[in-house]
Structures are given as C-alpha cells and as structure tokens.
C-alpha cells in the first residue's frame, strides 16, 4: 500500500523558515516522482515543487524558485521541502503525491502539513 506521511508544518513569522518532510512506503522510491502541492483556503491546489527519484531532476513554480529547495534521500524513502523567506501567501495546507511523473498520474497523497505564515 503506498503511504505519504507528511510533517514539519508549523506557524511561522514572515521571513522565517520551515521544513517539510514526507515520508513514504509501500512502492519503490527510486522509480517514483514526489510532487508538493499547497492549497490555501478557497484556493485551487496547486504544484509547489517536484523531484523525480529516477533522474534527479527537480522543478519549481515561479512564485517559490530561489526560496524552496527540494531534496530526497534515498536511504530514508524521504522527500524534504526546505522553505526559506517564507511570507503569508505561503499559507497553506501541504501535501506530498507519488507519481511516476512529477505530473501525475499519482498514486498516492498525503495527509498533509498545516503551515502558517503571519506577517
């Protein structure tokens, strides 16, 4: 069964820094993509980051290029979001999804990562 366990979401000041973990089993980590989505209130989710495991290559959305950093560790079955200068349109809830794409189809989500930014 593919499992997503997301954590590391906290309330946060503006500028401030957190990071996200998501753990995973039940598929092979090396052959899968691990995409973050966020979704604030009354707002569509939307693709924050990707690392694809098979080539490590890595995306961003516009708005979070040059402030998050995505990493995996292979050895913990892990994917971390490292977020610097965070501002409250980061509020969101986060989550993780397994895909043999960063595009999807997934095959499996997270519960997701409350995080908060206050100005």
């Known amino acids: 069964e593919v499992q997503l366990v997301e954590s590391g979401g906290n309330l946060v000041q503006a500028g401030g820094s957190l990071r996200l973990s998501c753990a995973t089993s039940?598929?092979?980590?090396?052959?899968?993509?691990i995409t973050w989505f966020r979704q604030a209130p009354g707002k569509e989710r939307e693709g924050v980051s990707c690392?694809?495991?098979?080539?490590?290559?890595?995306h961003y959305v516009d708005s979070v290029k040059g402030r998050f950093t995505i990493s995996s560790d292979n050895a913990k079955n892990t994917v971390y979001l490292q977020m610097n200068s965070l501002n409250p349109e980061d509020t969101a809830v986060y989550y993780c999804a397994a895909g043999i794409y960063c595009s999807g189809p997934y095959a499996g989500w997270g519960q997701g990562t409350q995080v908060t930014v206050s100005s």
């Open positions: 690392v694809s495991n098979r080539d490590g290559r890595t």
């Open positions: 039940g598929f092979t980590f090396a052959d899968y993509a």
